[in-house]
């Protein structure tokens, strides 16, 4: 394959600033005296959504996504739209899960999150602008795509895994369990819903983009929701020791609003145990692409060392 982390994320950056919708924002708080055209996003609800989906980001999700397709093809960047959409999702999660009704946070990527510079009534429109807008952004590309059937289904596996059973299942357990006994299915699930499905909606999507088979593809589900709840083990070990900076939003927040986190459950070593284990599965199960695994299996090392 030959690309990198880098590689990916500097195209996902590219394209994110060239997204023709969104291209007329003017960082506008207010509304304007004059209504837009019909075929044009208002402000200030375009610059919101501009403002929380270009902030420097891992883009993780989307290069996950644009990686597993191109184990099938060597014209990774035909996936581009599949890849901004799925940012999206994830950037309309971050807007929502930042507000007060939910963890109550000021800072996001180093940043004010969105409500703090928009007011909480367009940051929530702001969230559903973008889902929404994600969804035309596959459809677009959907009807063009020279198999319409791997579209369709890719796009399934981005809303089932975003959706009531996936994300948000574990965002609603996340938030209703605060202040309640830890308890190991629950995190587990919190874990496995919350984070590691919009991880697994990133491979999986690319995969089915590509043609997969159905043993890539539970190989590809294995590595995506071991790295997911890896990444949130180690992201739950940050907000108990993490430096602010670096992360760019505030730590100590999990413990303030009496989240279920990994470390609550089980405790700090165990929780560094668990994440190399999972990071094992990871590896063994990507192990069946060969050398084509070295991207995803470098990914999945770096996620033990990250900062951010």
């Not at 044009?40 to 420097?56: D, F, G, K, N, Q």
């Not at 009496?258 to 990871?282: C, F, H, L, N």
Request: glycine share 8%; charged share 20%; hydrophobic share 45%.
């Amino acid at each position: 394959m030959g690309q990198t982390l880098m590689d990916y994320t500097t195209s996902i950056d590219a394209a994110l600033e060239t997204l023709p919708l969104l291209k007329t924002a003017t960082g506008l708080v207010t509304p304007p005296s004059n209504p837009p055209k019909d075929t044009a996003i208002p402000e200030p609800l375009v610059s919101a959504m501009r403002y929380s989906l270009t902030l420097p980001g891992k883009r993780l999700r989307p290069a996950l996504l644009l990686a597993a397709y191109h184990l099938f093809t060597p014209d990774w960047t035909a996936a581009m739209p599949f890849a901004l959409a799925l940012e999206m999702i994830h950037a309309y999660s971050l807007i929502h899960d930042d507000l007060p009704a939910l963890d109550n946070d000021d800072l996001r990527r180093g940043k004010p999150t969105n409500h703090k510079v928009f007011g909480e009534n367009i940051a929530i429109l702001a969230g559903d602008g973008l889902y929404s807008l994600a969804f035309e952004t596959m459809l677009d590309a959907a009807v063009t795509w020279p198999h319409p059937d791997r579209a369709i289904a890719a796009m399934e596996e981005i809303a089932r895994r975003a959706g009531v059973r996936g994300m948000i299942a574990g965002q609603t357990l996340d938030v209703s369990l605060e202040n309640t006994k830890p308890d190991e299915k629950c995190v587990a699930y919190i874990h496995r819903h919350k984070t590691a499905d919009l991880i697994t909606a990133g491979i999986m999507a690319g995969m089915l983009l590509g043609g997969a088979n159905n043993a890539q593809l539970a190989e590809g589900q294995t590595y995506g929701q071991s790295l997911g709840m890896a990444f949130q083990i180690v992201d739950d070990l940050l907000d108990v020791s993490g430096n602010v900076a670096m992360l760019g939003k505030q730590t100590g927040k999990d413990q303030e609003l009496g989240k279920m986190t990994w470390p609550e459950v089980y405790g700090v070593d165990a929780s560094r145990t668990a994440a190399k284990t999972y990071i094992q599965k990871a590896e063994d199960a990507i192990g069946i692409f060969g050398d084509d695994a070295s991207f995803f299996i470098t990914l999945a090392r770096q996620m033990l060392t990250r900062v951010s």
